[in-house]
């Protein structure tokens, strides 16, 4: 049936216990008990519509009222209390999945995913897969746990970044962590720890180009490459 709002739709309350809330110019909410909400403290900013609600509790709800934001828009928020949260015009969660939650911008798809942002409109977490969780600045979140510093990214079952200290870590393989302290390091391949600042840590390495090898640079920036001869001698070119 239509909702209060023009070109807004909802199902009949007399399908539900309890009714599905619209709240803005082309809403969908769809689900017992599923409502586009707003809990802050107050509610000024006019808000302009365009929420996707679909599941039983599902919701979508605006946090913050900002005089400084002209307009909120509606989130999209599909499954069994999935929850997405919006805190600017910009910054509206996308939650997909039972249980899953989306905050500022985040987007979470996957039961009992969580993606949630630590600043408003220039934070934003992407959680992928049951249990996987996002909940730092530009993090992402595979089948892992991005949770420490911002720019973590976790990729595969048991990865993981818990601690603040450790920002702009990259963790490819089940398993993969980053030691105490360090940033702006790499962990691929099951099970390894990303254990130097500045590094890639793995457990074997392979070129596979026919001469190639690997490039270093000295103290005054002169490259060096090293390569092997079909002697197996190294070679320093």
Do not use: H, K
């Given at each position: 049936v239509n909702g209060a709002q023009t070109d807004s739709l909802k199902n009949a309350d007399a399908l539900v216990t309890t009714a599905a809330i619209t709240r803005g110019v082309g809403d969908i909410v769809l689900g017992n008990g599923a409502s586009i909400i707003n809990t802050a403290?107050?509610?000024?900013?006019?808000?302009?519509g365009g929420g996707v609600v679909i599941g039983d509790g599902a919701k979508s709800n605006q946090t913050t009222d900002y005089s400084f934001i002209t307009e909120y828009f509606g989130g999209i928020a599909i499954g069994l209390n999935a929850q997405s949260e919006n805190t600017s015009s910009n910054d509206i969660g996308i939650a997909i999945g039972n249980n899953a939650f989306a905050a500022s911008g985040g987007i979470s798809i996957g039961g009992a995913t969580s993606s949630s942002a630590t600043a408003r409109s220039s934070a934003r977490g992407v959680a992928?897969?049951?249990?996987?969780?996002?909940?730092?600045?530009?993090?992402?979140?595979?089948?892992?746990?991005?949770?420490?510093?911002?720019?973590?990214?976790?990729?595969?079952?048991?990865?993981?970044?818990n601690s603040t200290a450790?920002?702009?870590c990259t963790l490819v393989g089940a398993g993969t962590q980053v030691a105490a302290g360090i940033t702006d390091a790499g962990a691929f391949g099951e099970g390894v720890i990303a254990g130097i600042t500045g590094s890639i840590s793995v457990k074997e390495l392979e070129t596979q180009t026919a001469g190639g090898g690997i490039t270093m640079y000295s103290p005054n920036g002169t490259a060096f490459k090293l390569t092997v001869s079909d002697a197996g001698a190294l070679v320093i070119s």
């Open positions: 403290s107050t509610n000024n900013t006019p808000y302009s992928i897969g049951q249990g996987s969780r996002a909940t730092v600045n530009e993090s992402l979140g595979i089948f892992g746990t991005a949770d420490g510093g911002y720019g973590s990214i976790c990729i595969g079952g048991g990865s993981e970044v450790n920002t702009n």
